[in-house]
């Protein structure tokens, strides 16, 4: 039981909204049995349950952080 409550003690709020998104979609498609919302629930559920993010990772950048900037901007004065 404690690894349970463990488990569940590190969850984020994104990741219970997943949660209750999949649950819903699920019953939206026992409801309406329109397969889209299976997929969506199925798809919301997995995510949640794995704490997985875009499928294949596909959302996740490389950028370095650094201090420097990355555009410089000059005040704009314009001539008389």
């Known amino acids: 039981m404690e690894r349970i409550k463990k488990y569940f003690s590190e969850w984020d709020a994104m990741r219970i909204f997943k949660l209750v998104f999949g649950g819903a979609m699920t019953v939206g498609y026992i409801s309406t049995k329109e ?28 950028t370095p952080k650094s201090d420097k900037p990355i555009i410089k901007i000059d005040k704009y004065e314009p001539k008389n």
């Open 35 to 62: 397969t889209i919302y299976l997929f969506g629930g199925i798809m919301f559920l997995t995510q949640a349950l794995f704490n997985i993010g875009c499928p294949g990772g596909s959302c996740a950048t490389n």
